[in-house]
C-alpha cells in the first residue's frame, strides 16, 4: 500500500514536472518568436523608411535638375531675345540717322534751289524768235591735267507773256551761266556738233509757238524759263524715300520697346499668380 502511494506520488510529480518544463518551453518559444517577429519588424520598418527617404532625395535631385534646366533655358531664351532686340534698335537707330543725313543732303541741294527759285508760276508762252547771235568760249577736259578751249553758239529765245516781251531761258542754270542765251551745250572739241545740237533746238521752237513756261509772280525778272531744275514733283519723290526710311526706323524702334513692355507685364501676372 506504501509502494502505491509513493509510486501514485512520483508519477505526479513527473507530470507536473514536464507541466512546467513544458509551459516554461512554451513561454520561452513565444518570447523568442516574439523577439524575431519584432526584429523583422523593425528591419522591414528601417527598410521602408531608408527607401522612402532614397526615392524621395532621388525625386528632389530629379525635380532640381528639372528646374536648372528650365532657368538655363530662360536665360538662353533671354540672351537670345535681347541680342536680338538690341540688334533691331541698332537698325532703327541706323535708318534713322541715314534718313537724317539724307535730309541734310537735300535740304542744302534741291530744297534750297527749290525755294530760291523765284520763277514759280506756271503759264503758256509764245515764242516769238529764236536765233543765235554769238559764239561763246568754253573749255574742255582731255586728260587728267588737260584743259582745252572750243565755242558754242549761244541761241537767243524771245517769247510774249501777258503782253511782255521776255527772254527764255532753260532752267536756273543756264541763266545763271549765260542770261543771254537759251540752251548751254556741253563743251565738246568738236564745233560742229554743237551748232547742230543748238540749231536742232532753235527749229524744234520755231514749230511749236506756244510752250509751257515759269515767271516770276512779282515781275521783278526779265525772263522766264522752260523747266524748272528741281520741281515739285521731283522734291516729293526725292523726300519719299528718307521719309520711308525714318517711318521704318521709328517702327523698329517702337515695336522693340513694345514688346519689351509686354514681356514685362507678362513676368509681373506670373509672379502674382505663383
Not at 523583422?40 to 524621395?56: D, E, T, V, Y
Not at 541706323?94 to 514759280?120: E, K, Q
Not at 514749230?207 to 514733283?233: A, F, I, K, M, N
Amino acid at each position: 500500500m506504501d509502494s502505491l502511494f509513493g509510486l501514485s506520488t512520483f508519477v505526479q510529480n513527473d507530470e507536473v514536472t514536464c507541466l512546467i518544463l513544458w509551459s516554461s518551453q512554451q513561454s520561452y518559444l513565444s518570447a523568442s518568436e516574439r523577439a524575431a517577429h519584432t526584429g523583422i519588424a523593425r528591419m522591414f520598418l528601417w527598410a521602408g523608411s531608408k527607401g522612402a527617404q532614397g526615392s524621395g532625395s532621388e525625386r528632389r535631385t530629379f525635380y532640381q535638375k528639372i528646374r536648372e534646366y528650365d532657368v538655363l533655358e530662360k536665360r538662353r531664351t533671354v540672351t537670345a531675345l535681347k541680342a536680338g532686340e538690341d540688334r533691331a534698335i541698332l537698325l532703327g537707330l541706323s535708318m534713322i540717322l541715314f534718313s537724317a543725313m539724307m535730309y541734310f543732303v537735300l535740304g542744302i541741294t534741291m530744297v534750297r534751289s527749290y525755294s530760291d527759285s523765284v520763277w514759280t508760276e506756271e503759264s503758256n508762252c509764245t515764242v516769238l524768235n529764236s536765233s543765235i547771235v554769238a559764239e561763246i568760249n568754253c573749255s574742255y577736259s582731255c586728260g587728267s591735267e588737260c584743259r582745252k578751249s572750243s565755242r558754242f553758239p549761244c541761241l537767243q529765245v524771245f517769247v510774249s507773256l501777258n503782253g511782255k516781251v521776255l527772254r527764255l531761258s532753260y532752267n536756273e542754270e543756264a541763266h545763271e551761266a549765260h542770261p543771254e542765251c537759251f540752251y548751254i551745250p556741253k563743251c565738246r572739241k568738236d564745233h560742229t556738233l554743237m551748232h547742230s545740237i543748238v540749231m536742232n533746238i532753235s527749229e524744234r521752237l520755231k514749230t511749236h509757238q506756244q510752250v509751257l513756261c515759269y515767271y516770276d509772280p512779282s515781275e521783278q525778272q526779265d525772263s522766264v524759263l522752260l523747266t524748272r531744275l528741281y520741281g515739285r514733283g521731283a522734291i516729293i519723290s526725292s523726300l519719299l524715300w528718307p521719309t520711308c526710311t525714318l517711318v521704318g526706323g521709328t517702327l523698329i524702334i517702337a515695336m522693340v520697346k513694345l514688346t519689351q513692355y509686354l514681356s514685362f507685364l507678362c513676368e509681373q501676372i506670373s509672379r502674382i499668380k505663383r
